[in-house]
């Protein structure tokens, strides 16, 4: 007589393993799967990161060139004044010496105001191109930020999402998909801005 029933274990540890290896397995397919759609939201925000920034940096370039424009245009704005002083000094000296000074100073003298005006004109409009191209710019810094916080956001989620297939843990999964969320939303948010 047998010492105990005989039920046929091994068909039963097989059957147990087989059925927890499917369960297991569609849980890792889906695990899989949205960390491959995370990963590829994530590669875009990425390419929109660098391609803001980028941008940014070509309009803080523009920036700076105007304001060595607007600069120049100063310098010259004040060349005009000085040779305008020195006019006027001399016109002066004549007038000390109690002669008449000649036409020829007054009308410089003029027009070198009047030139002044137009490069004072000039280096105004340099100035204002400058702080629009920096104003565009520093938004563009500003929606780099966002979607840089969103990768990042992504990168966490995409790391959980690791453990979860690794530890074959639902509970970390459905972290990683709230946090993938999140960095949608957020993605969604700087990319409407």
């Not at 849980?27 to 391609?51: C, E, F, H, P, Q």
């Not at 016109?91 to 010496?97: D, I, K, P, Q, Y």
């Amino acid at each position: 007589m047998p010492e105990g029933p005989e039920i046929d274990t091994d068909k039963l540890h097989e059957m147990i393993h087989d059925q927890e290896e499917r369960e297991g397995g569609t849980l890792l397919k889906a695990i899989a799967l949205t960390t491959a759609l995370l990963a590829a939201v994530a590669a875009i925000a990425a390419l929109r990161a660098g391609a803001t920034v980028n941008e940014a940096l070509v309009l803080k370039t523009e920036a700076a060139r105007l304001q060595a424009e607007a600069s120049n245009q100063w310098a010259y704005y004040q060349a005009k004044g000085i040779k305008a002083a020195v006019q006027e000094a001399s016109r002066a000296a004549w007038l000390a010496n109690g002669k008449t000074p000649p036409a020829a100073h007054e009308e410089t003298t003029k027009r070198y105001a009047a030139e002044q005006a137009e490069i004072q004109k000039e280096a105004q409009t340099k100035e204002q191109e400058r702080d629009a191209k920096s104003t565009e710019a520093d938004h563009l810094l500003h929606r780099h930020h966002g979607f840089a916080n969103t990768v990042a956001i992504f990168q966490v989620a995409i790391a959980l999402g690791a453990v979860a297939a690794l530890t074959r843990n639902r509970l970390l999964w459905l972290g990683s998909l709230g946090l993938g969320l999140a960095g949608a939303a957020f993605f969604a948010v700087t990319l409407l801005k």
